[in-house]
């Protein structure tokens, strides 16, 4: 039977949950995840993780913060001039939006609190800071 190896292409089902439990995705009751191992386009800790599986095969990675979305970082909030925003613009606390970097990149931010000048935006991921655990079954190498 063929094992998983870097430069497949692979489907799974997963749940990915936190360690209080709280499940943030999953492909269940859906189509299952396909990408191509070593291919980048995912957590490297669930690439590396895959390798050596058989279809058919269940197991649970441990994702560590440093290797998931990162560590959660002050430097990341920061304050955005109600005067740089658009007129009547007031989005609500825990709003998600999307914004340009200086370079053209979009970010998505966060509003994690509002003043009477600004809006306070956070841009870590909302998973940064957390050790990620992904219960995977492999469907299929194709």
Known sequence: MA?????????????????DGSVFDSSEGGSPLEFK????????????????????????IRIPTEEGYGIY????????????????????IGQQLQMYRADGMPVTVKVTGKTEKALIMDCNHPLAGKNLIFDIKLVEIS
């Open 37 to 60: 191992v070593g291919g980048g386009d995912f957590l490297k800790g669930l690439e590396d993780g895959v390798i050596g599986m058989e279809a058919g095969d269940e197991k649970t």
């Open 73 to 92: 970082t002050e430097e990341k909030v920061f304050e955005f001039g109600r005067d740089r925003a658009p007129e009547n613009f007031d989005p609500e």
């Open 3 to 19: 094992k998983v190896k870097e430069g497949d292409t692979i489907s799974i089902h997963y749940t990915g949950k936190l360690e």
